[in-house]
């Protein structure tokens, strides 16, 4: 398993994996995975397996419990942020089950040390609430969140 950041040259792999796992109420655009590369690089991660892009995370420093929504045009970092955001987290189908969820966590886990918050926030969609609460995530608010239902939840570090 090799982990490394993420570029722009990864974006065509990134979209492939995203219509993998999520249902068209989910997909974002190139666009916004090229202005989360711009605002916040090293929060840009990916998983390799044999070369084969597998899983990706895509976190930055957001204000507690506030929602970021799908493909925002206006997607700024706050000017006070508060915590770190997992903005979106994405395992190919056909490696779960191996750890790179799990890892790829690992990964925010230390960003949001580095900064010093003592959160990590999240908008959990398509019933996967379970993982994260493993991971220790907690539910904070059921919400409405690309027409479906979903979960804000949190993570204290």
């Known amino acids: 398993m090799k982990i490394r950041k993420l ?3 990864d ?10 796992c999520y249902s068209k109420n989910f997909i974002e655009s190139i666009e916004t995975f090229k202005r989360l590369i711009d605002i916040y690089p090293e929060g840009c991660i990916g998983v390799e397996i044999d070369d084969i892009p597998v899983g ?3 976190a930055h420093p957001w204000i507690r419990s506030s929602v970021v929504e799908l493909n925002s045009k206006e997607l700024n970092l706050p000017k006070e942020p508060d915590c770190m955001c997992i903005h979106d987290m994405a395992v ?3 490696f779960r ?12 886990l230390e960003l949001c040390k580095r900064a010093d ?4 926030d999240l908008v959990s969609v398509q019933k996967s609430q379970t993982f994260w609460e493993k991971l220790g995530f907690k539910k904070v ?3 409405l969140y690309g027409k479906e239902r979903a979960f804000l939840m949190e993570f204290v570090v």
């Open 7 to 9: 570029t722009l040259e």
């Open 97 to 108: 089950g191996r750890g790179i969820g799990k890892t790829l966590f690992g990964e925010a």
């Open 56 to 58: 990706y995370i895509f």
């Open 141 to 143: 608010a059921e919400i």
């Open 92 to 94: 190919d189908p056909e």
């Open 11 to 20: 974006l065509g792999k990134i979209l492939l994996i995203q219509s993998k």
């Open 117 to 120: 918050y003592k959160m990590i």
